[in-house]
T-cell receptor, first 115, second 116 residues
Framework: AQSVAQPEDQVKVAEGNPLTVKCTYS??????LFWYVQYPNRGLQFLLK??????LVKGSYGFEAEFNKSQTSFHLKKPSALVSDSALYFC?????????????FGGGTRVLVKP | GAVVSQHPSWVICKSGTSVKIECRSL??????MFWYRQFPKQSLMLMAT?????????EQGVEKDKFLINHASLTLSTLTVTSAHPEDSSFYIC????????????FGPGTRLTVT
């Protein structure tokens, strides 16, 4: 079984400050990890993924995430947040060894960036 | 590239009627499509997985007779909500797999269904 936890329902930061959205996962085998962002009444937009290789992954809009196998974490970060980053963020995991391509999503973290 | 569309983007229907939602991969062939349901301020719940030319696989607790899924071609999957009731009101999102990357799913913009 695979699962994802996003421990914070909401994160508030001031514009220009660093932004971190936490994610931990559980899989039987090796993970593929993803971050998506959702704006109101819209579908999910892909931000970045970890498949293999470097633990630090760089993605769209200045976001990055670090894969930490020992802590089973994949936290999303942005050095300097923008008001336009205010949205709902989802972490997702897929077990590499599992059949199919099912993604399991975390509960989501709402990010509010204040001007 | 890797664009997925959904139609309609929103729909209002009366209780007891059926509604069909289309999901299309516009620039790639999707061997697998997924249907999710999202309640307000909640995460995505996978409803079913559909592979082109075969029956959909439904997640536990999802009524297959109520949520009919057809994946007739490599670019089109449809979700039909039969005999809709107000509790079926939700945001339905599809995704497709089999594009430029074999790792990620590409998501449609979602369909807001309101049953009155």
């Amino acid at each position: 079984a695979q699962s994802v936890a996003q421990p914070e329902d909401q994160v508030k930061v001031a514009e220009g400050n660093p932004l971190t959205v936490k994610c931990t996962y559980s899989v039987s085998g090796n993970p593929y990890l993803f971050w998506y962002v959702q704006y109101p009444n819209r579908g999910l937009q892909f931000l970045l993924k970890y498949i293999t290789g470097d633990n630090l992954v760089k993605g769209s809009y200045g976001f990055e995430a670090e894969f930490n196998k020992s802590q089973t974490s994949f936290h999303l970060k942005k050095p300097s947040a923008l008001v336009s980053d205010s949205a709902l963020y989802f972490c997702a995991v897929r077990d590499v060894e599992a059949a199919g391509n099912k993604l399991t999503f975390g509960g989501g973290t709402r990010v509010l960036v204040k001007p | 590239g890797a664009v997925v569309s959904q139609h309609p983007s929103w729909v209002i229907c009366k209780s007891g009627t059926s509604v069909k939602i289309e999901c299309r991969s516009l620039d790639f062939q999707a061997t697998t499509m997924f249907w999710y349901r999202q309640f307000p301020k909640q995460s995505l719940m996978l409803m079913a997985t559909s592979n082109e030319g075969s029956k959909a696989t439904y997640e536990q607790g999802v009524e297959k007779d109520k949520f009919l899924i057809n994946h007739a071609s490599l670019t089109l999957s449809t979700l039909t909500v039969t005999s809709a009731h107000p509790e079926d009101s939700s945001f339905y999102i599809c995704s497709a797999w089999g594009g430029y990357s074999s790792y990620e799913q590409y998501f449609g913009p979602g369909t807001r269904l309101t049953v009155t």
